[in-house]
């Protein structure tokens, strides 16, 4: 599950760096039933002029059940 998991990460992170900055919008989505089996949850959080002005920090978190819950994160930051 953690590639999967992973996979569904970067697909998203990949997605918004191949997006125009102006076309980042800020706040945050949520997609659920994703990957094999559908079991995987995954949250997209837009932050406008974080860490500074004219940028936006991207965090996608997947999560899912199984033999526990489980959580993965990464983040990045896109530039004007």
């Known amino acids: 599950k953690n ?19 102006a076309n980042i919008v800020e706040g945050s989505i949520e997609e659920s039933g994703l990957g094999p ?8 959080i837009v932050e406008n002029n974080t860490p500074m002005n004219n940028t936006k920090t991207v965090t996608v978190q997947v999560s899912w059940a199984s033999l526990g819950n489980h959580v993965f994160s990464f983040q990045t930051i896109v530039s004007n």
């Open 3 to 21: 590639t999967e998991a992973t996979a569904l990460i970067e697909d998203k992170i990949e997605e918004y760096r191949n997006t125009p900055y």
């Open 37 to 44: 089996g559908g079991v995987f949850t995954r949250a997209s």
